[in-house]
C-alpha cells in the first residue's frame, strides 16, 4: 500500500501519521506544492493525505499550483478513491467539489472541544472516538457550504463543518489531528499563523498554547492514532 501526499509547508508535514505508516509497512511520496513540486500520475497510489498550508483556497493567483491540485482531487474524490484532507486539506475538498470556504470573522485557534454530530457517530471515520473530542485549532478560514451531497461530521460554536464526509471514502477534518510535540512551536514561526494566534491571544499566546497543547497530547496522539486505524481500514487492498 502507498499514499500520496501533497504537502503545502514544511512544517505542515504529516506529523504522527509518518509513524503509523512506517509502523503500518505503508509508503508514501509527499508533493510540496509550496518547493515546486508537481502532481505525479494517480494510478500508484491507494490514498491520499492532504495538508494544511499557510495560503487559502482562493489564492489561485498568488499560486497558480492550487488550480491544477484542485482539479486531481476533484478527480480523485469522485472515482471513489480515499481521500483524507486536513485543515486546508478539509477546505480543499470542499471548494474542489463545489463547496465554499470562506474567511472567518474571527480566527479559531488553541485547544477546542469539537462534537460529533449523530451522521459523525455513525461515520467509520470516528468509529471508536469520543463524541467529544479535544482538538488543535489554528485556522482563518472555514467551510461555509458543503458540496452537494455532503455530511457534516463534526462542529463546535465556532466552527459548524469542523469535519464533512463526501461519498464513503473521502474526509475533511478542519482541526489538526496530526500533531506532534514540536507542533505547535513550529508553527509559530510561521508569520501567517503567529498573526492569527496573537490577533486572539495577544502577547504571550504562543507560549500559553504550547503548554495547553503538550498538556493533552497524550489525548491528542490516541485520536490520531485511532482516525489513522480508522482511514486506513477503509482503503482497499491491492
Known amino acids: 500500500m502507498r499514499f500520496l501526499v501533497f504537502q503545502h509547508a514544511p512544517t505542515e508535514h504529516p506529523g504522527s501519521f509518518r509513524d503509523f505508516m512506517t509502523a503500518d509497512g505503508i509508503g508514501w511520496d509527499t508533493v510540496s506544492f509550496d518547493d515546486g513540486g508537481t502532481i505525479p500520475a494517480s494510478g500508484h497510489h491507494d490514498a491520499l493525505l492532504v495538508l494544511g498550508g499557510p495560503m487559502d483556497v482562493w489564492e489561485e493567483d498568488i499560486h497558480p499550483w492550487l488550480r491544477a491540485e484542485k482539479a486531481f482531487i476533484a478527480d480523485w474524490v469522485r472515482a471513489g478513491r ?3 484532507g486536513i485543515c486546508l486539506g478539509h477546505q ?3 471548494d474542489a467539489l463545489g463547496g ?11 485547544v477546542c472541544e469539537v462534537r460529533l454530530t449523530h451522521e459523525g457517530v455513525a461515520s467509520p471515520l470516528f468509529s471508536g472516538c469520543a463524541p467529544a473530542l479535544p482538538t488543535l485549532q ?3 478560514a472555514a467551510v461555509t457550504a ?3 451531497g455532503a455530511k457534516v461530521l463534526a462542529a463546535n460554536d465556532h466552527c459548524a463543518i469542523q469535519a464533512l464526509q463526501v461519498g464513503p471514502r473521502a474526509f475533511g477534518i478542519q482541526y489538526h489531528v496530526e500533531i506532534i510535540d514540536r507542533t505547535v512551536r513550529d508553527w509559530g514561526a ?4 503567529r498573526c492569527a494566534l496573537e490577533s486572539i491571544t495577544g502577547a504571550g499566546g504562543q507560549e500559553r498554547l504550547e503548554e495547553a497543547t503538550a498538556a493533552r497530547m497524550v489525548e491528542f496522539h490516541a485520536a490520531a492514532r485511532t482516525l489513522y486505524g480508522n ?3 477503509l482503503v482497499p487492498k491491492r
Open 190 to 193: 510561521i508569520p501567517e499563523y
Open 138 to 140: 489554528w485556522h482563518g
Open 92 to 94: 480543499l475538498l470542499a
Open 82 to 84: 480515499p481521500y483524507l
Open 100 to 110: 465554499t470556504v470562506g474567511k472567518m470573522d474571527h480566527p479559531e485557534v488553541g
Open 146 to 148: 458543503l458540496p452537494a
Open 231 to 233: 482511514f486506513r481500514d
